[in-house]
């Protein structure tokens, strides 16, 4: 058997798995962020945090659908760092209801202005509420079931997000891609990986 090296390739081949490369940064980018979450051996702490976080992931869907326009959905992602450091930070109620909180503000605000009509967000507070049980639900479990829990509940999401890439809807096509592998990558490696 013979190795092939870089230089062997046709230039033209190159040009080709560059341009493939680059129209699916958003998968690339998503596998090695998704390979961080879960990066060596998995605690009770690993699993109870991510599944704190499954909720995040739907009112991200919920504040772009409010918003009604897709380009802003990396921003509202970015945005959401913060929001999630505070959550974490409070100790009042459990993240997961604290999300299910904003939402509901989010979703207030949206429906004073008139923006709950239309754009699917229906289906994006069902989301919302889905994602959320999926959430406590785990977190009320032990936690060697609870870990199994997040862990569909993550990929769940990440069908959500492969929906949403096919129907063009909502959220942007790259983030929906990015997500999509996130979440498959977050769910399998909370499956696969070593319990400490």
């Known amino acids: 058997m013979t190795s092939t090296s870089v230089s062997t390739i046709p230039a033209a081949s190159r040009g080709s798995l560059l341009t493939a490369a680059a129209r699916r940064w ?109 959430a406590l639900v785990a977190l009320a479990l032990d936690p060697d079931l609870g870990r199994y829990v997040v862990a569909a509940g993550w990929i769940a999401h990440g069908t959500w997000d492969l929906i949403h890439l096919r129907r063009d809807r909502v959220v942007s096509r790259t983030y929906a891609e990015w997500c999509a592998v996130v979440d498959v990558v977050v769910g399998v490696g909370l499956l696969t990986a070593p319990l400490l």
């Open 26 to 134: 958003p998968a690339l980018f998503g596998a090695a962020a998704g390979t961080v979450f879960v990066a060596g051996a998995t605690t009770d702490d690993t699993a109870r945090g991510l599944g704190e976080t499954l909720p995040l992931l739907a009112l991200i869907y919920l504040v772009v659908a409010l918003l009604g326009r897709r380009r802003w959905t990396w921003p509202v992602l970015i945005a959401s760092g913060p929001v999630h450091l505070g959550v974490l930070a409070q100790d009042v109620v459990e993240p997961p209801v604290a999300y299910l909180g904003i939402a509901l503000v989010v979703f207030l605000l949206g429906a004073g202005l008139g923006r709950h009509r239309g754009t699917g967000v229906g289906l994006q507070v069902a989301g919302m509420a889905a994602f959320t049980t999926v």
